[in-house]
């Protein structure tokens, strides 16, 4: 006797969310009014427009502490994760290719990449 595939999936269970309440209804009613589920847009909108002190806490003034990890550095040349950077001219290159465009850049130039990345420093 040959097991039949629809057989089969009617014998497996439903898969049943862990994160999901059985019991949950979107559509409560509390003291005869239907209850509003808002949205995080909603309530920071509605936040904003709010008379908070200086000092409060709330959805759009918490703010992530610094990174431990260091800043990736992106080859000014390519835009490419920048592994190397040149001692002469304190640009970033990803590979030996960029390596010799940038030793063959003019000094205007050079100075151009430095001063969009915000690291041009005429004394040093």
Do not use: C
């Not at 918490?62 to 001219?89: C, E, H, M, R, V």
């Not at 990345?117 to 004394?123: E, F, T, V, W």
């Amino acid at each position: 006797m040959a097991n039949n595939p629809v057989d089969e999936i009617t014998h497996k269970e439903e898969k049943k969310f862990v994160f999901k309440d059985s019991t949950f209804d979107s559509t409560k009613t509390v003291n005869g009014k239907k209850k509003l589920w808002r949205s995080l847009k909603q309530i920071t909108a509605q936040e904003r427009n709010l008379p908070w002190p200086d000092d409060s806490i709330n959805y759009s003034s918490i703010s992530a502490p610094p990174s431990f990890k260091p800043a990736k550095k992106y080859s000014d040349i390519s835009g490419l994760i920048a592994k190397y950077k040149d001692p002469q001219t304190s640009l970033y290159y990803a590979g030996h290719e960029e390596f010799s465009t940038v030793r063959n850049l003019p000094s205007d130039i050079i100075t151009g990449y430095l001063t969009l990345r915000g690291a041009y420093n005429p004394i040093g």
